[in-house]
């Protein structure tokens, strides 16, 4: 599964959780792929140790996550639609 915000929104309304920032080596999540050597060791040393873990959100929290995640999905569905269509006007034109 990629490491993305949707991905992350996903798994926090399923399981309502999120990764505790408090002792995250940075002020937000970074991606993987983007991290430093020695971010990316912290932050497995985190989770091993127990400093970073997920938290129980508020049912309010949740659905605060759930909105944002409604908007990045019509945001992208958009996106496609947009696609699409620009790809049949093309058509269009050509014929």
Do not use: F
């Not at 908007?71 to 699409?84: E, F, H, L, T």
């Amino acid at each position: 599964m990629a490491w993305t915000r949707r991905t992350y929104l996903q798994l926090v309304v399923k399981w309502k959780v999120e990764i505790d920032m408090m002792n995250y080596p940075s002020n937000c999540i970074i991606l993987p792929r983007l991290a430093d050597k020695d971010h990316a060791s912290q932050v497995v040393k985190g989770w091993k140790i127990g400093m970073i873990k997920w938290v129980e959100l508020s049912d309010s929290d949740v659905d605060a996550c759930r909105g944002e995640l409604a908007k990045i999905m019509n945001d992208a569905a958009s996106g496609r639609r947009r696609m699409v269509e620009g790809d049949g006007q093309e058509g269009n034109l050509s014929s």
